[in-house]
């Protein structure tokens, strides 16, 4: 836009000297033909004048405005605004009635604009061409045109200001709908809708088309990962379950050692698989899944674990707002609830406690049980995958793994710490809202 307004500026400033300088040419040529009727010749070949030009400029002295006649190089008259002073002429041959333009030299090295004419006159029967010249300054064409631009420059300084501001508009209104689009985008992160709207003008209803599309084919990619992921445990399921059967029999035969090796690889391969499900399960989740309410979640998950018999004689406390939810996948919710109260189960004496609150935008959940408790290294070992504290191998350090990867992969965090119970407590804080 500066550069369009520059270019016009320089263009529109030229356009107008040129036009000045016609309009010179034009009043210097209606000067010129004045004097040449105004001029005769009289019998004894003096120059008579009788109506010279009538603008005051040609009677006051370098004003600017001039007029002269010569012949044959010599200077018979001219105005009295030339003063002492005469137009020297170019030596060039002009045509009887003929308009010639010259830039030359005036007074006191001024530059002038001069129209010329050659005029034949008759003196007793004799022909004689004469030289007739009206010149302007160009310091007047020049000051009329600085003028103008200095008007120009102003109007054009407008000019960008207004469409400056047209332009600000034009975006901030034209664009409005992409924000639009980008908020919806935001809510399908956060799990408040699965898709964009189509509530859009016409001209990017395409793109929001083509956005849903993509969120389609994303989730038909996620599906069918997730089915090779079952597909390859259930594959794996009946070799794991043959190949313990094999250790069964080698420890029947005395051959412990080799049972032993066998059931650690199994129980490691049986780990993974379960670890690679969890994995295949959650990922994309981030960010895409709707809300879910956390104490009804909770409250279903608890009375299925209180029925195994490592809850027998224990209660389960509850203390979470029932409006309380998270963007999460009901299924990732109930497993994480599953692996964290079960294992609070299995160390607690006599009480499991789940509670949920919010801080800001951040909600934590907490599974609190009145058992042992562990100490700083114990900690650490079980925040490691797949890592057990105890030799039976009940699967509470796979468990916490898998709950952490869960957490992770909604944008949260997991500590192990000390319960006010006096047992373990295993802390999970997610975004309130959703995962920025």
């Not at 137009?87 to 001024?110: C, Q, T, W, Y």
Request: charged share 25%.
């Amino acid at each position: 836009m500066l550069a369009a307004l520059t270019l016009a500026g320089f263009a529109l400033a030229l356009l107008f000297e040129r036009h000045v300088e016609r309009r010179a040419v034009a009043e210097a040529d209606a000067h010129l033909r004045t004097l040449i009727a105004g001029t005769s010749v009289s019998e004894t070949g003096a120059l008579n004048i009788a109506t010279p030009p009538g603008d005051p400029q040609f009677a006051e002295a370098y004003s600017g405005l001039y007029w002269q006649i010569q012949s044959d190089g010599i200077v018979l008259a001219r105005s009295r605004s030339l003063w002492d002073e005469e137009i020297s002429l170019p030596s060039d041959e002009v045509p009887e009635g003929s308009v010639h333009v010259h830039d030359m030299k005036g007074p006191r090295g001024a530059a002038l604009l001069a129209v010329e004419r050659s005029v034949l006159l008759t003196s007793g029967g004799v022909v004689r061409p004469y030289r007739m010249v009206v010149a302007r300054d160009y310091a007047e064409i020049e000051r009329a045109s600085n003028a103008f631009s200095r008007d120009l420059a102003v109007a054009l300084a407008l000019l960008g200001v207004v469409l400056a501001a047209a332009s600000v508009a034009q975006i901030h209104f034209g664009l409005r709908p992409l924000n639009a689009i980008r908020d919806e985008l935001h809510r399908v992160r956060s799990g408040a809708q699965s898709r964009l709207p189509v509530v859009f003008p016409r001209e990017v209803i395409p793109l929001a088309d083509e956005i849903n599309a993509l969120l389609d084919e994303r989730d038909i990619s996620i599906e069918r990962a997730r089915g090779r992921a079952a597909d390859l445990a259930h594959g794996l399921k009946t070799p794991l379950t043959a190949l313990n059967a094999d250790a069964r029999k080698l420890r029947e035969r005395g051959q412990i050692d080799i049972a032993d090796d066998i059931e650690a690889l199994g129980a490691m391969m049986h780990r993974n698989v379960l670890r690679e499900l969890t994995r295949a399960r959650i990922v994309g989740r981030r960010g895409g899944a709707p809300r879910v309410r956390v104490r009804p979640v909770a409250e279903a998950v608890a009375a299925v674990v209180a029925k195994t018999p490592a809850a027998t004689g224990k209660a389960f406390e509850f203390d979470i707002d029932s409006d309380f939810s998270m963007a999460i996948d009901r299924a990732d919710l109930e497993e994480l609830l599953g692996n964290l109260i079960e294992n609070a189960t299995r160390h607690a004496v006599s009480t499991v406690r789940i509670t949920c609150g919010a801080n800001r935008d951040v909600l934590h959940l907490a599974i609190c049980d009145d058992g042992q408790g562990l100490d700083p290294d114990q900690i650490t070992r079980l925040m490691r995958r797949g890592e057990q504290l105890a030799a039976s191998g009940d699967g509470a350090g796979l468990g916490l793994s898998i709950a952490r990867e869960l957490v992770e992969a909604y944008g949260g965090a997991i500590w192990l710490g000390r319960s006010d119970l006096g047992g373990l407590s295993v802390e999970v804080s997610v975004p309130y809202w959703n995962p920025s």
